[in-house]
């Protein structure tokens, strides 16, 4: 939900916008403009990130329960935790000083999610000597 909503966001700005904007042309098309705080588009991007984060939330409590699982346990919970303040930024715009805690919390995630993947062997992979 995260990518098609954000995707959504982005494709509209670059395609739509951006070009109408440069020639001038916004007659029609001024509700599409991403303004942050005033903006449809910008709501529908914190419903993205909101969403995100609610998924990293729900999928720490689906990790392993082991120990290499720890790591990316605790930077998805933190992650998660940052909904409210992601998500109420169109009513308390400085919220965005919480919320961009995102930028160090979800990539440490997906690192570490990553790092854990990594070094668990899956129990029925035929070993293969290449």
Not at 80 to 99: D, N, R
């Amino acid at each position: 939900m995260y990518a098609t909503l954000v995707t959504l966001v982005y494709f509209v700005q670059l395609t739509l916008v951006g070009p109408r904007m440069s020639a001038g042309d916004m007659a029609e098309i001024e509700f599409l403009r991403f303004v942050p705080y005033r903006s449809f588009l910008f709501a529908v991007d914190l419903l993205g990130y909101s969403l995100m984060s609610l998924a990293t939330l729900f999928g720490a409590l689906a990790l392993p329960d082991i120990p290499s699982a720890r790591a990316p346990r605790i930077f998805m919970l933190a992650t998660g935790i940052l909904l409210p303040a992601i998500a109420l930024q169109m009513y308390f715009p400085q919220l965005i000083w919480i919320a961009a805690l995102w930028g160090l919390t979800f990539p440490a995630a997906a690192f570490s999610i990553a790092a854990m993947f990594a070094g668990l062997r899956v129990p029925f992979a035929i070993d293969r000597k290449d």
